[in-house]
């Protein structure tokens, strides 16, 4: 199988994900990988008619009805930086690079990002330069095994697999001492 780079920008889209891949048709064209690019159904007809959308190495769908699957096929994904993605992510031990929206609360996508950056556990490329670099530096990694390799398992250390019912029981805990009380 040809290693796979997922792109993924939610259900709706991010124009800074599709905006780079529409202007990488060259780097793309040729390029040892095969990219899976979920558009989101705002930009679908934008990014399925452009140059890059007709690569034959290149797979544009507006939605992806099972992210299982896309992420196991997916040697790296780029991606925005909420916090679910990035559980993940975390959990799936994948290499990822991380494009964090700027347009959010209190830019708790670039906190979120820079928690995996500042502990190699993934790459971070901003919004502002994407368009110029988001491609190169996907190409880059997809070549480099070694790389993948270390920014998965980092990422999956960070992960915790039983997160929801240790929350969980912490909320029955306290309400059952709130009753007592």
């Known amino acids: 199988a040809r290693p796979t780079i997922l792109v ?4 709706l889209g991010a124009r800074t994900l599709n905006e780079a891949l529409m202007a990488a048709t060259d780097q793309l064209e040729g390029a040892q990988g095969q990219v899976l690019w979920q558009c989101g159904k705002l930009y679908q007809h934008e990014c399925q008619a452009s140059p890059t959308a007709v690569l034959p190495n290149v797979k544009v ?61 993934a790459l971070l490329v901003t919004d502002a330069a994407a368009r110029n670099t988001l491609i190169t530096t996907a190409l880059r ?6 790389q993948q390799k270390a920014l998965g398992e980092a990422a999956r250390n960070m992960a915790h697999p039983g997160a929801t019912e240790a929350i969980a029981r912490e909320v029955i805990r306290l309400a059952n001492q709130k009753l007592k009380a």
């Open 61 to 121: 769908q507006p939605f992806l009805d099972r992210m299982d699957l896309a992420y196991a096929a997916a040697d790296i994904v780029i991606c925005r930086a909420g916090a679910l993605t990035i559980a993940e992510l975390c959990l799936l031990g994948k290499a990822a690079i991380l494009v964090p929206s700027p347009n959010v609360a209190e830019d708790h996508q670039t906190k979120n990002a820079r928690a995996l950056a500042d502990r190699q556990a």
């Open 141 to 146: 990694l997809l070549a480099d095994a070694d």
């Open 8 to 11: 993924t920008g939610g259900s």
